[in-house]
Structures are given as C-alpha cells and as structure tokens.
C-alpha cells in the first residue's frame, strides 16, 4: 500500500503543479504511521518544513520562530497536530483544550509555492470529547473540498485495493500523457519582463507609488493592502533598493516599524539582494551614506513626538496590526508616509484598520492614495489551499449589515460552543466584529473561542426582526480556580498561568497573597458592530455581563489593555478601577498595558480598596520614573479619576506660592512643590463624564503636567511643543496657571 501512496502521490502533486495550485493531504492515524508514509517521498531537490512538537517526526521550524518563514518558499509541509490530552489537576492547570497553534498553521501555508503540499498529520479520535471544535470543523472543510484529500491509518492497514486514492487512474493518465509541457507552465516567451525585476504588474505599481510618496507632494501618504503571497514586502524592499542606489549626491533615509522585527526578515533578505554593496548590521542596512533602518513602534513614536524625525520616507509594514490612534500619531508628526499591511492576515490584521485608519486619513491627508494587490505571486487564483485556509480561519469573515432602531431593546445571550460549531453563519457573524474591533484577533482566538473550556461568548442581539443580528461580542475568561501547587510556582516566579492573568497580576504586581481565592470574569474582547458605535451599547452590554457575573457568585470583573485614553476612559465610566499600568511600552503596540477591575461580591471589596490605594499612592511617586514617558492624556485621565479622598487640602501658604508664581514674584524651583499639589487638586477635581474636557485639558495643560508633575525638561519640551526658548516657554506656563486659578474662582 505504501507503493501505492508513492504512485498515488506523484500524479497528486503532478495534477497540482500543472494548475499551479497548492493542495493538502490529511493523514488521520499514529505519528508512526504518517513519518513511515512520508519516507517514501524523495525530497533531495524540495524544501520542506516541518512544523511538529512529536519526537517521532523531527521539527525544522523553530514553535515560536514560524514568523521568520514569512516570504520564504517551500514546496511541501508537514504540521504535525498534537493530541488533546485529558487534564490532570497535578500535571496542569489549564482546562483541555488542542495545542494545535492555528496561527502557525495558516501562517506556513502561505510559504507553498504552486505545486506545494501539506501535509496535515492528525490523531483519529477514539473519544468524541477530546476532539477539538476548531479541528472537526477544520476536517470537515478540507473534507468537502475534492481538490484536497484524506489518507486514513486504519484504511491503508485494511484495504487491499486502491479505494484509498479515488480517481488515481485518472489523475496518472491526465499527467502522464506527455511531458513537462503539459504542466500548462510558463514558457520562455510567455515570461513578462517587468521593471525593477518585478514579477507582478501590481508589484511594478507598488514600487511606482512609492517611489512618488517620496518625490511627489507631502502629506499624501500611500495605503498599500494586499492578501499573503501578493509580493508585498518585496515590493517595498525594491522600492527602497531604488531609492537608495539613486540617491546620488542626496543622501536618503528610510525608517521603517512594524510589530517586530522579525516580520522584516524577508525585507532585509531582499534588500540586500537588490543592493548587493550595501552594509546589514543589526537592524540597518546602509549603502554610500545612504540607510535603511528598522525602529520599534515605541521609539518611532518618541522620536516622532520629539520632532526629531528627519527621514526621507518612513514605512509602516504590517500597519494593521498596530493601534490606529498610534498610526494616527504618527501621521501628524511624519510628512512622507507609506502604510503596508495584510488586509486578510495570519497574524490577526483587524478589519479595523481598513475601516478607522480611513477616517483617519480623510480628515488628516484627504489626498491620501491606497493601492491594492491582488496577483498571486507563487500561486494561481482561487488556489484551493488559500480558500481553505480563509474559510477555515475565516479570515474573510464578512459581518451584516445591522437591523437595528433606535431605542431597541437588546437580547443578552451566552453563546454555547456547540452553537457557534453548528452554525457557521453565527460564527462568521461575531468573529468578524471581533476581526473588525481589535488589531490583533488571530487564528488562534477562534480555536480558542471554540475549544477553550473556561471561555464564554457573550452576544448582544437586536430583536426587531426573527432573524436577529449580533450588535455587540465579548470573550470572558473565568480565572482564579487553580490547585495551591501551581499557586506557589507562581509566587516563586517559576511558573506563569496563561488563562489566570487577573490573578497572578494581582499576586505578582500587587503582593496580593490570597488572590487565587476569588473567581474572576476577565473580559478578553468585548466589541460593538462597527456601524453601531457611541450609542451606548457597549456601556449597557458591559453592564449586562456584570450582572450576569454577580448571579454566577463571580467576585472580581476585569479587563487587561494596550491603554489609551479613550479606550481607559470607557472602563473608568462604567465603574471600573485602575489597578495596574505597566511600566514599559509594549513593543508592538507601543502602549502600556492596564488592568481594571470591578468588585462584586462583599469580601472582595475590601480587596479592591487595598489595590487600587497602593496603586495611587505609587503613581504619583513614579511619574518622575517608570510613567515619566507615559503619555500626558493618560496621566491627566489618571488623576481625574483618583478618589476625592485622595486629594491634599491646600493650605494659604500653598496657594500664595500658587500665585506669586503665577504672577510672577517667585521663580519655578520654590514654588514647584506647591504647584504639584495645587495641580493634582485641579484635576481631582475635574468634571469625570466630559470626555471632550479631557481633550481640552491635554491640549492646554499637557506641557503644565510635563514639567510640574513628569519633571521634563524645558528643553525637552520646548522641543516638543515649538516653544522658541526658555523665556517663552516659562512665560506660557505662568499664564496658563494664571488662568486656571480664574477658571475656578
């Protein structure tokens, strides 16, 4: 029979090739069995990725290192799916659930070239409860699809005919009747000879309108979407190859960011190969003074708000997977920009990119450009493997257009996981609002939403017609019920729970000892329809899982988020406490993350309390260190939020510094004490639900709070705000004291 699979398998690909398509092999059975059928496949002249956590077929592809394969090329894969294994409360304290990583799978894929295979290696299950949602759904595409084909381990030990390959004999005779002619490939005079060494007319368009955004007119920056596999980062590599060998007596510098550096791996690899004299050092590349140079999102940012941005042109690869009020920051400080990003992505390209970045280009560059590509490079369209990779993944997923009046009165419903896998219209609908709300929704969040145990769905519906539409999604994830062995490593800082973040980060962050004692709702997602948005509807959804919460005896609500004013501003209305900010920028979203917390149950209160007074009492002090970089709406936002009770009185003594200064009696350093204080009651004191006066306050006082409470420099802030020196920069500051203290008289 493994004779059989070797004749079988070389007409399969042969037939793929010459459609130049890419197709995928199931292989239900033992790892055993799937490494001995593999064997018989020569494979001296292919490239092959393996991608497998087994002992018995070895891993070429690094778990956590898939990304790097991003831009490559291969002509067969192997991802091996690892066994759901039942839990153990000794072994491990994470609920069952498949490790298979969705993320790295999709991601491979789009490494096939025509031709390509995958091969799928997946248990047969002996138990209906330890098969995966995510899998059986995934099994059950690849199984309708008669392009791609499934080799079962119990057929071939049993069969004793060829039932195990249908349509071999045609697919032999249709790729056997002549030679590599009949491939249907590109002849020598049919290849397109395209410029910069294109291979795409699309590729050619690219590196044309990036090559305008840098001669042409500013503030026009340039869009450029595309599906995996169009040639898009090549394109910017090509693009950036040509600008630096035609830089001439003009030297250039290009800036380029994404989420990690290692998603430029390709680039890098491209650029050097157009530009074979030039220099890679690290995260530079540099010819004839001439340089292209990755910068963290983080630093980008710094810089760009330090105004000490001097580049030619600076490129966001992958740009939708960053926040887009970052992109919009860097928007207003950047002249010559090119945004790039996967429209479709594995690597959780949110919808919302195309749909808020466009707001956001319409009202800052309304003569902005955008460019699609759409030529595959390495496959033909409507390729089987990426259609099975898009509905599998639903990376298209395409929400409704919603019924829905003003007024209406919502349905508050859990979802089930066995409701979500036996309708896939439903499914579709919510991973698209998902999609479509945050950057980073992956792969790997459906298989989550379909397998993890401890996860529920949470879905608002409108009610005017039977049909109802989905308005608003969230994922809540129930932590805190974990075996004290696992409690202990924690404390130790030897172990990290990944489904337990609310309270291990009170028990590592906060010292709160007893944490694992509680039962916590962390809201991972929670995301109204796009169209739906500033009607309060998120507001009254967050209300009805707290509710919903406090029947189930849940003591702690909570949230963890790349925060931003607006985003912080909604938790902090909606009666949530700020326990935590980190410390350091994440580097691919360039924002520090925040955890918020609402107390339910009466023995958590007090708990709460104790969090949120040491978090207060830390941030003043760290304004000057860990938050001296924090953003000035965040730490405005902060303080208006901070108790009444938190407030100091301020004495004559304080508000006559207050004012000599302000008119002018007394330098800054006498009186800079005071001015702390006096500063914090301003803003302690500020009206919480008038959102637009926190944009007023940030605007007016952002350098106030800079200086008096961040310590900034005056130089660093002349340099940031366009004062023209020392004099006029103390000068604003003791008119805008001045009219502060008449604000409030």
Not at 400 to 414: C, D, G, L, R
Not at 677 to 688: C, R, T
Request: net charge positive; proline share 3%; charged share 20%.
């Amino acid at each position: 029979m493994v004779n059989d699979f070797l004749t079988w398998f070389k007409a399969y690909s042969a037939q793929a090739l010459s459609k130049k398509e890419r197709r995928l092999i199931l292989l239900e059975g033992s790892e055993v069995w799937a490494a001995k059928l593999l064997s018989t496949i020569s494979s001296t002249d292919k490239t092959w990725l393996v991608y497998s956590e087994s002992h018995v077929i070895s891993s070429n592809v690094g778990i956590k290192q898939y990304r790097e394969k991003l831009g490559s090329e291969s002509d067969y894969i192997t991802f091996v799916c690892p066994p759901v294994l039942a839990q153990s409360a000794v072994s491990s304290p994470d609920p069952i659930e498949s490790q298979f990583n969705a993320d790295a799978f999709a991601a491979l894929s789009g490494t096939l070239v025509a031709g390509g295979i995958l091969f799928l290696v997946m248990p047969q299950w002996k138990f209906k409860d330890h098969q995966s949602l995510f899998l059986k759904r995934l099994s059950e595409f690849i199984r309708q699809d008669k392009s791609h084909h499934v080799i079962h381990e119990s057929t071939v030990e049993h069969s004793e005919d060829h039932v195990l390959f249908p349509n071999e004999d045609n697919i032999v005779e249709n790729c056997s009747k002549g030679s590599s002619a009949s491939l249907n490939l590109q002849t020598e005079s049919e290849i397109k000879y395209l410029p910069y060494q294109c291979k795409t007319e699309d590729q050619v368009a690219a590196v044309n309108a990036i090559h305008k955004v840098v001669s042409g007119h500013r503030k026009r920056p340039l869009v450029i979407t595309a599906d995996r596999g169009r040639g898009k980062s090549s394109a910017l590599a090509i693009a950036c190859s040509q600008l630096l060998i035609q830089a001439n007596d003009n030297p250039i510098k290009i800036i380029i960011t994404s989420g990690h550096l290692s998603a430029l791996s390709v680039f890098f690899n491209q650029l050097q190969a157009g530009v074979v004299d030039g220099c890679l050092l690290k995260n530079r590349f540099s010819y004839l003074g001439n340089s292209v140079e990755f910068v963290a999102i983080d630093e980008l940012m710094y810089q760009s708000i330090q105004r000490r941005g001097d580049a030619n042109l600076v490129i966001v690869d992958e740009a939708a997977s960053i926040p887009v009020h970052l992109l919009k920051q860097l928007l207003q400080h950047n002249h010559r920009m090119v945004f790039s990003s996967t429209v479709h992505g594995y690597e959780g390209a949110g919808r919302g990119f195309a749909i808020k970045f466009k707001q956001v280009l319409n009202s800052i560059c309304p003569q902005w450009h955008s460019l699609k590509m759409h030529e595959p490079m390495r496959w033909r369209p409507d390729d089987p493997l990426e259609k099975l990779i898009f509905k599998s993944c639903l990376l298209a997923a395409q929400f409704t257009k919603p019924v829905f009046e003003h007024n209406e009165v919502t349905v508050f419903q859990k979802t089930s996981k066995m409701e979500l896998a036996d309708n896939e219209a439903l499914l579709n609908e919510i991973y698209a609002i998902l999609v479509t709300a945050h950057y980073q929704t992956k792969p790997n969040d459906l298989k989550l939403l379909l397998d993890n145990q401890s996860l529920d769905c949470f879905c608002l519906f409108s009610s005017s017609r039977n049909n109802k539409c989905v308005v608003a999604v969230a994922l809540v994830m129930r932590e805190g019920d974990v075996n004290p062995c696992f409690i202990d490593q924690v404390s130790q800082n030897k172990r990290r729970l990944k489904n337990h973040f609310i309270p291990q980060s009170l028990l590592v962050h906060s010292g709160v000892e007893e944490a694992f004692k509680y039962q916590y709702f962390r809201i991972m997602r929670i995301a109204v329809h796009p169209q739906l948005q500033a009607k309060g509807i998120g507001s009254h959804f967050l209300e009805c899982i707290v509710n919903y919460a406090n029947l189930e005896g849940i003591d702690f609500v909570g949230a963890s988020f790349g925060a931003n004013s607006a985003l912080l501003s909604f938790w902090l209305k909606n009666n949530f406490q700020l326990t935590r900010i980190g410390f350091k920028r994440e580097q691919s979203s360039g924002e520090h993350s925040a955890m918020v917390i609402q107390a339910l149950s009466k023995q958590a209160k007090p708990l709460l309390l104790k969090c949120t007074t040491q978090f207060h009492q830390q941030f003043e002090y760290l304004l000057v260190d860990e938050y001296k970089r924090l953003s000035v709406d965040l730490v405005i936002l902060v303080l208006m939020y901070f108790p009444k009770n938190n407030k100091q009185s301020l004495t004559p003594l304080i508000l006559k510094d207050v004012s000599d200064y302000s008119s002018g009696l007394r330098q800054f350093s006498p009186c800079v004490y005071s001015l702390h204080l006096w500063l914090k009651n301003y803003l302690v004191n500020s009206d919480l639900n008038d959102y637009v006066l926190l944009s007023r306050l940030t605007s007016e006082l952002g350098f106030v709070v800079q200086r008096v409470m961040q310590k900034h420099s005056v130089n660093e802030l002349c340099q940031i705000h366009q004062f023209t020196g020392r004099k006029s920069f103390e000068n604003a500051l003791k008119n805008q004291v001045a009219n502060m203290l008449l604000s409030r008289k």
